[in-house]
């Protein structure tokens, strides 16, 4: 009987430290406040919870590469800097440098569950609020013909005409700041949200599986996720091939520059101290996070601006650029990060050996992308833009660049900003053609004896797209397959206790060091190769012409220089990546796979306290043979 209840007690005393799931007064069950019917309890299970948790995680991914892929059509339509696309691209990790510490601690204290439902309706609501502006100031009319504009016949074009004459009372040419800030707080509000869903969402998962299935699972995870960035792309790509009134016939293509897309029908459908001080002394854990932020500046930096880059070199529009950015890397993505996932749940390399394959794949990726930037097209030879009244050619016309409108010299060569800029003065409709240009002979390297252009870009073919994309996909798919043992690093890098915490932090440093920053240094060094800006009534908006050449070179070699940074940190993940001594095994470590190293401490301790039942059982089993003996001398 003692036995028995020594063993039980000592069973008990060994199951007491595992606990896997979350607090006692946390909830799992499913339901509504008080209704919580037994039917609906069948979904309450880790497996849902992860399918819940990945079609989250494809809509928010869906949203932030719909706001990239119409963020140059946005520019446009309001008329502000690339700059200024970068600040709002920031808003959302300012909110999340703010509120991760906290949103990671309360995840500690509270229903995460419930806290992260809250994050996705206030996601769900700034989604929405995103649309706004478009409902605020209509369509952008004040960039096209104004022909189209006021259904008369009158000048089709910016041609050279002595009365055209800018009008700076309308206020529709200028950058419309409203809609700035509606965008940005909205953004803003959307970091909330995807503070809970990312910081809370992953250590409650991965508390609440096996560990030896943790590798299975995120990886998982991680390639649904990539449906949404796909989505994002695709969708921006379907909305913005509508014009943004789509009621209204536009009369000009998609290619040309005025072309605004439907860019706000996507949203519509959309729709601790001892904590700190045991992190700080993480230096395992502070490698790995400084070695991501360089790498998230330089990856991230690099993917918002591409579909801008295809547009500019490969002459793609901006509808295109978004569905090949879209379409041709998820499948690539997912093929890497589910066979990363595989990899290592069945090989189970240590916690060293996926730090190094991460360092490896991602200098190929980072190589691979390098040698992309030597795929150029031959750079269209543009006639020089001068202010009004320096260039005795179109001295008369009044021309402006409010609007870009590009023609092609009867050279076939040399493109012009506008047929104003070309000092043409007439257009023939029957032959597409604009005619009596007085700029064209006295620029461009070709004698043009004709005076004569034709609207859009000279011809200019190029076959090295498909080539750009191929190897752009290659290197997402080589990069992702480092995904999985990069996230399970992190998780087993911190114990149980610190996880939420320590992901948040870790949000608050990612947003501080890379994601407030990348927009803006990116949007800067794009706009110092802007070689036209907007300008009307002499205030300046978006860029409507770059310096190709420099823009390729500038971009490429940037983003090889923070990826390589970021490579060089994980080096120190590499060397001390030794202390995770099992990323798989329950036994002999913490609930975090760290090996204990009180783990013996603990063991005298457990062993101390069974002591006194260890001495009360051996008295009484000397009481017993006593009590035994004096009835036998008693019989005798």
């Not at 045991?278 to 330089?298: A, D, E, K, M, Q």
Request: hydrophobic share 40%; charged share 15%.
């Amino acid at each position: 009987m003692t036995n028995r209840r020594h063993s039980k007690t000592t069973e008990d005393a060994k199951s007491e430290p595992i606990e896997i799931n979350d607090d006692d007064h946390e909830e799992t069950s499913c339901g509504i406040g008080s209704w919580r019917p037994k039917w609906l309890q069948f979904f309450a299970s880790a497996n849902f919870f992860v399918i819940n948790f990945s079609i989250i995680g494809i809509l928010q991914g869906a949203m932030f590469t719909y706001m990239i892929g119409i963020m140059s059509t946005i520019e446009k339509r309001f008329a502000f800097e690339t700059k200024v696309s970068g600040f709002i691209l920031i808003a959302d990790n300012l909110s999340q440098m703010v509120v991760s510490p906290l949103v990671g601690y309360l995840g500690t204290k509270y229903n995460r569950s419930h806290l992260i439902a809250i994050g996705e309706l206030v996601v769900a609501l700034s989604c929405l609020v995103n649309a706004v502006p478009f409902y605020m100031y209509g369509p952008g009319v004040h960039l096209l013909n104004k022909d189209i504009v006021t259904n008369t016949s009158s000048h089709q074009f910016d041609l050279c005409l002595p009365d055209n004459m800018e009008n700076c009372e309308s206020g529709q040419h200028s950058t419309v700041m409203v809609a700035v800030v509606i965008l940005w707080m909205s953004s803003f509000a959307n970091g909330f949200g995807y503070t809970a869903f990312y910081t809370i969402g992953l250590p409650y998962i991965d508390d609440n599986i096996a560990k030896k299935n943790s590798p299975m699972y995120l990886s998982m995870i991680s390639t649904l996720r990539l449906l949404g960035p796909a989505l994002g792309f695709i969708l921006s790509s379907i909305c913005l091939s509508f014009y943004e009134n789509p009621f209204m016939d536009p009369g000009i293509t998609r290619n040309d520059p005025r072309w605004i897309g439907a860019w706000w029908l996507g949203f519509i459908i959309l729709g601790a101290k001892e904590a700190f001080k045991r992190l700080s002394t993480n230096y395992l854990l502070i490698f790995h996070v400084f070695g991501g932020v360089f790498r998230i500046i330089g990856y991230l930096g690099y993917y918002v601006i591409k579909p801008k880059y295809m547009e500019l070199q490969y002459r793609q529009s901006a509808s295109s650029a978004s569905f090949f950015t879209g379409a041709t890397s998820v499948a690539t993505m997912a093929v890497g990060t589910m066979a990363g996932g595989v990899l290592i749940r069945y090989i189970k390399p240590s916690a060293r050996k996926i730090a190094i394959f991460v360092c490896l794949v991602e200098l190929i990726s980072t190589m691979g992308i390098l040698s992309a930037m030597f795929l150029q097209c031959d750079t269209p030879q543009f006639a020089t833009v001068l202010p009004i009244g320096l260039d005795k050619c179109d001295s008369g016309c009044e021309c402006t660049t409010k609007v870009f409108q590009p023609v092609c010299g009867s050279d076939g060569v040399t493109n012009y900003f506008s047929p104003c800029y070309a000092g043409c003065q007439s257009y023939d409709n029957k032959l597409g053609k604009f005619n009596d240009c007085s700029c064209l002979a006295s620029s461009g390297s070709h004698l043009q004896t004709e005076t004569w252009a034709t609207n859009g870009w000279c011809s200019n073919d190029c076959n090295k797209f498909p080539i750009f994309i191929s190897i752009l996909s290659l290197c997402n798919m080589i990069a992702s397959t480092a995904r999985t043992g990069d996230t399970l690093i992190t998780l087993r890098s911190v114990e149980k206790r610190d996880k939420s915490f320590a992901m948040g932090v870790m949000g608050s440093i990612f947003a501080i060091f890379a994601f407030i920053p990348y927009p803006m240094i990116y949007g800067a060094i794009i706009d110092s190769t802007c070689l036209v800006w907007e300008k009307t009534c002499g205030n300046s908006g978006n860029c409507w012409l770059y310096d190709i050449d420099k823009f390729r070179v500038l971009l490429h070699v940037c983003t090889f220089g923070f990826i390589m940074i970021g490579i060089t940190l994980e080096i120190g993940t590499v060397i001390m990546a030794g202390r995770i001594k099992d990323l798989y095994d329950e036994d002999g470590e913490d609930d975090n796979g760290i090996a204990i190293e009180n783990d013996k401490k603990d063991k005298v301790e457990l062993k101390n306290m069974d002591l006194p039942a260890l001495e009360n059982n051996h008295q009484n089993d000397q009481k017993d043979q006593t009590e035994q003996s004096a009835e036998q001398t008693s019989h005798s």
